[in-house]
C-alpha cells in the first residue's frame, strides 16, 4: 500500500536513488519520498549499494533506465567527476559530484553539497560568513568542499587542521588560487586569546559513541569558540557539540546540511520547490524517531 499522499507505483513512475558504499543508514530515501508524495508526484526514491569499481556501470545503467536522477555518497563524490557527460560548473567549482541529472540521454553532474553547508550555517547558526575567522577541523571530501564554500563565501581567516598533513596543504594552496583574499592558516590559530567566530568539524571523530574531541586540546581551547557546528547529525548531539553549548557557544548539527543539499538535488531533477519542513520532518523521523 502507498503511505499517503504517495501514488501507487506504475509504468510512469519516475525514479532517483542514492549510489554509496556503505549506504545501508541513508536518510535520503525517507526525506525524499516524503517530497515526492508532498508535491504528488509519481516518484520514488531508492538507495543501492554500489562498489566503486561498478559506479560507471551503475551510472550508465541509470541513465539507460531513463532515471531522473541520482545522488552518489561516499567513495563515489570525486570517482563520478570523470564519469558524467557533463559538469554543471557547481561540480566544476567544487571539484566533487554528489547529484546527477539524467537530461536527454545526457548525465549532468552537480553539487549540491556547498550551498547545503552555507544554508545550514546561516540558517542554524544564524551566522555571517564574510569576514568570519573560521577553524575547519579535517580534510576529507566533506572538509574540502566546505573549506572552498568558505573562502568563497569570504570568511577572512581560515584556519585548517587535519590529521593528515598534506591535504591540508594542498587546499591551502587551491584555495590561495582560487580565493588569494582569504588568509588560511594550517593548524590552529597561534593566538589563544583571539576569538574564533565558527568551529567546524568535518572529520568523522563523533560518529562513534566513544570518540573524543575533533581538536587537539593543547592548542585550541573550547572557550575560544563564539559557534561550533559539527557536520555529523548521528548522534545528535556529539562531546565536541556538548561541551560548546556548556561552553555558551551557538551550536547545530549536521542535519540542515543534508536537509538542503537534498533539497537542492530535489530542486534540479523535479524543477519545483522543494517543500523543507516535509523533508526535514522526514530526516527527523528516520534518524531520530521523531
Ligand atoms: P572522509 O573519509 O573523506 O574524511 C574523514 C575526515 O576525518 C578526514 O579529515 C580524516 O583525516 C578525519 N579523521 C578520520 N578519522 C580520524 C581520526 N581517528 N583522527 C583524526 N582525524 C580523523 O569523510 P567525509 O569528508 O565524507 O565526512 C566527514 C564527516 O562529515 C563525517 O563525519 C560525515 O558523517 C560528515 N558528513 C556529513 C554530511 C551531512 O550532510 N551532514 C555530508 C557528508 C559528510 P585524514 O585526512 O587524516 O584521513
Known sequence: MPKSGQSEINAATRLCAVLGSPVAHSASPAMHNAAFAALALNWRYLAFEV??????????????????????????????????????????????????????????????????????????????LRGA???LLGAGGAGRTAALKLASEGVSELFLANRTFSKILELQNEIAKKFPAVYVGLNYP???????????????????????????????SQNQARAVYDMIYRPAETRLL??????????????????H???????????KSAPLDVMRRALGQNIYGH
Open 133 to 135: 575567522r573560521v577553524l
Open 190 to 220: 597561534k593566538d589563544s586569546k583571539a576569538k574564533i567566530d565558527l568551529v567546524l568539524n568535518a572529520t568523522s571523530i563523533g560518529l562513534k559513541k566513544n570518540d573524543g574531541l575533533p581538536f587537539d586540546g593543547n592548542q585550541f
Open 51 to 128: 562498489n566503486p569499481k561498478n559506479l560507471r556501470a551503475a551510472i550508465e545503467g541509470a541513465k539507460a533506465m531513463n532515471f531522473a536522477g541520482l545522488n552518489l555518497t561516499v567513495p563515489h563524490k570525486l570517482l563520478a567527476l570523470e564519469m558524467v557527460d557533463e559538469l554543471d560548473v557547481s561540480a566544476k567549482v567544487w571539484g566533487a559530484v554528489n547529484t546527477i541529472n539524467f537530461q536527454n540521454g545526457r548525465a549532468i553532474g552537480f553539487n549540491t553539497d556547498a550551498d547545503g553547508i552555507a544554508t545550514s550555517l546561516r540558517e542554524d547558526l544564524k551566522i555571517k
Open 242 to 259: 556538548a561541551a560548546a553549548k556548556k561552553s555558551g557557544c551557538k551550536t547545530a548539527n549536521g542535519l540542515g546540511m543534508l536537509l
Open 261 to 271: 543539499q537534498g533539497a537542492k538535488a530535489f530542486e534540479i531533477w523535479t524543477g
